[in-house]
């Protein structure tokens, strides 16, 4: 079956460390994306990636960095450089980055802060 | 800038009650709207989509109508059961940053009870 997986599906971070959220789709799609979803609000992006070796800071990007060295695997580390990590976070794919082309969302990671 | 408001929640009915969540939007242009669906602990899925004025989406019973009159894209449905129960969220696209940004509403929680 085509899809987005996103792991693990929870995450703990401990104060002053690195963690990397797993995004990986066999949908063919170029464009990928990070959104941050916290209670009550609606979801903001972090980055986006249009194509293999390109991406770009979205609303939020402060705290987190991403690569994308493979089109189907666009990985989010959160930093701890990130002061408010706490959130649930979401995995988009379109086809391309063309605004009709709808995005594809992954079950999402959500990470707490120990 | 574009903006997403949407009824807030949460709304509460008794199964076959009739639905509606509001939805309005700012933007130039002619964006694409779309309402997507969150069950608990999950990603968000596509529910449905409009990408031009007078369009009507629809998909399992629900449907929305582009009024860019009204600049409105309202959620209804008919007759709800207790499997709707979710947090909906509706969507614009922007694509004036030059690739597919997705604008979202704050979310509606539905609670539908027996």
């Known amino acids: 079956d085509g899809g987005i997986t996103q792991s693990p599906k929870y995450l703990f971070r401990k104060e002053g460390q690195n963690v990397t959220l797993s995004c990986e789709q066999n949908l063919n799609h170029d464009a990928m994306y990070w959104y941050r979803q916290d209670p009550g609000q609606g979801l903001r992006l972090i980055y986006y990636?249009?194509?293999?070796?390109?991406?770009q800071k979205g609303d939020i990007a402060e705290g987190y960095s991403v690569s994308r060295e493979k089109k189907e695997s666009f990985p989010l580390t959160v930093t701890s450089a990130q002061k408010n990590p706490t959130a649930f976070y979401l995995c988009a794919s379109s086809m391309t980055v063309l605004a009709k082309n709808i995005q594809y969302f992954g079950a999402g990671t959500r990470l707490s802060v120990l | 800038g574009n903006s997403v408001t949407q009824t807030e929640g949460p709304v509460t009915l008794s199964e076959e009650a009739f639905l509606t969540i509001n939805c309005t939007y700012t933007a130039t242009g002619y964006p694409s709207l779309f309402w997507y669906v969150q069950y608990p602990g999950e990603g968000l899925q596509l529910l449905l989509k409009a990408t031009k004025a007078d369009d009507k989406g629809s998909n399992k019973g629900f449907e929305a109508t582009y009024r860019k009159e009204t600049t409105s894209f309202h959620l209804e449905k008919g007759s709800v059961q207790v499997s709707d129960s979710a947090v909906y969220f509706c969507a614009l696209s922007d694509q004036a940053g030059g690739y597919n940004k997705l604008i979202f509403g704050a979310g509606t929680r539905l609670a539908v009870h027996p």
């Open positions: 990636s249009q194509i293999v070796n390109d991406f």
